[in-house]
């Protein structure tokens, strides 16, 4: 039986450890979520805790550079385990002018 699914027999949710790097000021955080969460719902916990607040020019990747808007939908579990194996992330965004 696989770990993924002695945790849903017995009602558990397993859970995976994700980082974010914020481009604008090179903060990385670290924080461990459940599998069930969608990506969606993590990169909004990454914002509460680098203490920002997300802009409209602000897009999601893997750390190699993958475009995830159409995964923000899945959870982290499908995510890791079809898109970003990882589950290293890093927030891009409008890089402001002088």
């Known amino acids: 039986m696989t770990e993924l699914a002695a945790a849903a027999e017995t009602g558990e949710t397993?859970?995976?450890?994700v980082s974010f790097l914020y481009l604008r000021t090179n903060e990385t955080v670290r924080f461990m979520v459940p599998g069930?969460?969608?990506l969606q719902q993590a990169w909004d916990e990454a914002y509460v805790?680098?203490?920002e607040t997300r802009r409209e020019s602000d897009y999601l990747e893997?750390?190699?550079g993958q475009p995830l808007a159409a995964d923000l939908g899945d959870t982290v579990a499908y995510v890791r385990e079809h898109v970003v194996h990882d589950l290293r992330?890093?927030?891009h965004g409008e890089q402001g002018g002088a």
């Open 89 to 91: 992330f890093q927030i």
């Open 62 to 64: 893997s750390r190699s």
């Open 36 to 38: 069930d969460m969608t």
């Open 14 to 17: 397993h859970r995976f450890e």
């Open 49 to 51: 805790k680098l203490a």
